[in-house]
């Protein structure tokens, strides 16, 4: 499994990177996590607000920070 | 009540249907002129209709959505509707006693017309 966040190096951003490390801690799984700050790669998933993630190609959410327990839902 | 939308220009979402007519084009064109003067953000209608997942999220976390159709057929405001989206406000340029024809090289004043309209009605609801 891979989770991308993109947004570029906002606040939220950067939150949004920290929980996802935490919820991939906390579900024991192989995740791959990654920062997108490509704003071309970042247009490319239709994204228009950020930061948003990613998992497997399908975004999940933007424009918000969801919480940690709410990613590890989707890790599992 | 109308609600107050305690919100910044960037989560005020503009959805023009941009439809092949004066009216559309003009609806599209508000969008551009709100969207340079700050009070809103230009977004894609098209992508709601094609259920692109990051222009559905990133509308998700909008504030206030507002849809500007050129005539009665309705295609931004059914396109968002169908999509499960709340309009906060609404308006079809015919509305504003602009006749829909097929020139679609807007006059710029009607431009100004629907876009001020639309103004006013985003001030009133930001309580400015």
Known sequence: MKIEILGMGCANCNKLYQNALEAVKLSGKEVQVTKVEDIQKIMSYGVMSTPALVIDGVVKVAGKVPKVEEIKGWIE | ?128
């Open chain 2, 1 to 128: 009540m109308e609600e107050k939308c305690l919100c910044e220009p960037t989560e005020i979402l503009i959805f023009p249907c941009s439809g092949g007519s004066n009216v559309g084009q003009i609806a599209n064109g508000a969008g551009v002129k709100l969207t340079q003067s700050r009070m809103g953000k230009f977004f894609c209608l098209a992508g709601i209709g094609g259920h692109i997942p990051g222009m559905i999220e990133s509308t998700k976390a909008g504030k206030m959505l507002i849809a500007i159709d050129g005539c009665p057929v309705a295609c931004a405001k059914k396109t968002l509707d169908h999509a499960g989206f709340n309009i906060d406000e609404y308006v079809q340029v015919t509305d504003l006693g602009i006749e829909k024809n097929s020139n679609l090289d807007p006059n710029p004043s009607d431009v100004v017309k629907v876009a001020d309209h639309l103004a006013s009605l985003i001030s009133r609801r930001r309580g400015i």
